[in-house]
């Protein structure tokens, strides 16, 4: 419960919008660390989260004005916390 609600006043407070959810959401879903994955697959997944990346920080470029780095990196830093949410 008190992860859920860190979470939540997280999110608020950042006040995403629905193309940054459904990337970070995207960046989430694949997780090229899960198990019984071939080396082929972790790297084509590898390859598509930095893609995944690269389209959020272009997204925060194209939206934000003085401060698309420090909106990525706030993206980014949430990351961690809604991967243990999502585990």
């Given at each position: 419960n008190n992860?859920?609600?860190t979470l939540t006043r997280?999110?608020?407070?950042?006040?995403?919008?629905e193309t940054e959810v459904c990337l970070l959401k995207a960046i989430i879903l694949l997780n090229?660390?899960?198990h019984g994955l071939s080396d082929y697959t972790r790297n084509s997944i590898g390859r598509l989260r930095d893609r995944l990346h690269g389209t959020l920080y272009q997204f925060c470029v194209r939206?934000?004005?003085e401060s698309s780095t420090i909106r990525f990196?706030?993206?980014l830093h949430i990351l961690p916390k809604l991967s243990v949410r999502n585990a």
């Open positions: 992860i859920i609600n997280t999110i608020d407070g950042i006040d995403m919008t090229q660390e899960d939206t934000q004005t990196a706030r993206l």
